[in-house]
């Protein structure tokens, strides 16, 4: 079982200044001390802080930024700023990620045969993600986007197939990669929504004009659909696919599982070039700010995107509970179970998978 969860120690504090234009939060924040525990972390501590605010009235879409860190007994480190700013009558959109991480992680091999036997490898790494995007047509945002990992890899297992194979990336990998993204969003709210679609498709291309030493691209599409099937009873569709071309580092191919895509199953337990998920879930009402959520997950990885085979489909499916700790902005805290073949999950995070 590989089992990944948060305890939280103390309930959050909130605060606020209030709008004087209208009687609405136009900045709030919640900081949360946490600690979790996980079989490739050992027992960590760390805590959050999390702020919604209007860079213009509350009619627009919120900006958001959360800074969160952890420190292991393991001696891990991850410290990380995702953020989201909408402007200009939400016309402009940037968003991303900054982060540090030391880490380890779990290799298993690439491809859809691999079993449950694994690896370990430690690695270091600075992260930034950013994507900058433009609202050109209706619900239609088109930019540019950018991602910088300097994968320096602190040690591999002796006998492991990463060093004893030298597979691609296995003495470290910087990657410096550039391209272009189109977004259709017509969600009703970020965090949670209830109706809409949000469709992001990337088109990337990774190289040694952007100082890596690794040479591919990449074409990826997230589509997700909200449908309200009753008062606050959703459904909610994921399909999500891409395919690489070239050369990627191992950290680079296309990962099935973790706590987004394919619950159940270790974030990148199964890798290759090319990856198709589609995971429905409902979510229904169950007491006051509590509710619930049922879901599966249909998916695989392949060599090429003509190469997949339908008898080797992994699955997932899971239970989960939400808890409404904004109900202005509907961000939930989410509990989610899951089980696999031969595997299983435990989550809890803030938002939802999709």
């Keep these: 079982m ?23 939060k136009k900045f709030k924040y919640s900081a949360l001390p946490v600690v979790f525990f996980s079989p490739e972390t050992g027992l960590a501590f760390g805590g959050l802080i999390n702020t919604n605010f209007y860079i213009q009235d509350s009619s627009y879409r919120p900006s958001t930024m959360l800074l969160g860190g952890a420190y292991t007994l393991k001696k ?108 259709y969003d017509s969600r009703d709210y970020n965090f949670s929504a209830t109706k809409g679609w949000f469709i992001t498709t990337t088109l ?19 589509i997700i659909k909200y449908i309200s099937v009753a008062e606050n009873h959703i459904l909610a569709l994921n399909l999500y696919g891409g395919t690489t071309f070239g050369t990627p580092p191992f950290q680079e191919l296309l990962l099935y599982g973790g706590g987004n895509k394919a619950r159940g199953y270790y974030l990148g337990h199964y ?52 808890y409404m700790i904004n109900p202005d902005d509907r961000l939930n805290l989410r509990v989610d179970y899951a089980i696999g073949k031969e595997t299983s999950g435990l989550y809890i995070t803030f938002g939802e998978a999709f």
């Excluded at 909408?86 to 540090?100: D, Q, S």
């Design 2 to 24: 590989r089992i990944a969860f948060t305890l939280v120690l103390i309930m959050f504090l909130t605060g606020s200044v209030m709008s004087q234009a209208k009687k609405e």
């Design 76 to 183: 891990q480190l991850l410290v990380y700023l995702p953020f989201e700013f909408n402007w200009g009558g939400n016309k402009y959109l940037a968003k991303g990620e900054i982060g540090y991480y030391r880490y380890f992680y779990n290799y298993y091999g690439i491809g859809t045969d691999v079993d449950s036997d694994f690896e370990v490898y430690t690695v270091n790494f600075p992260r930034l993600r950013i994507i900058g995007a433009y609202r050109f047509y209706g619900d239609h945002y088109a930019g540019i986007k950018y991602n910088f990992d300097d994968y320096n890899i602190q040690s591999l297992d002796s006998e492991g197939s990463l060093l004893n194979d030298q597979i691609s990336g296995y003495q470290g990998s910087l990657v410096s990669l550039a391209g272009l993204v189109h977004t």
């Design 204 to 222: 990337e291309y990774n190289g040694s004009v952007l100082g890596s030493d690794f040479q591919f691209s990449r074409i990826t599409s997230d």
């Design 271 to 322: 890798r290759d070039k090319a990856l198709i998920v589609f995971q429905p879930e409902y979510r229904f009402p169950i007491w006051r700010r509590f509710s619930g959520v049922a879901f599966g997950t249909l998916g695989n990885v392949a060599p090429a995107l003509n190469k997949f085979e339908i008898s080797k489909t992994k699955w997932n499916a899971g239970l989960g509970l939400r």
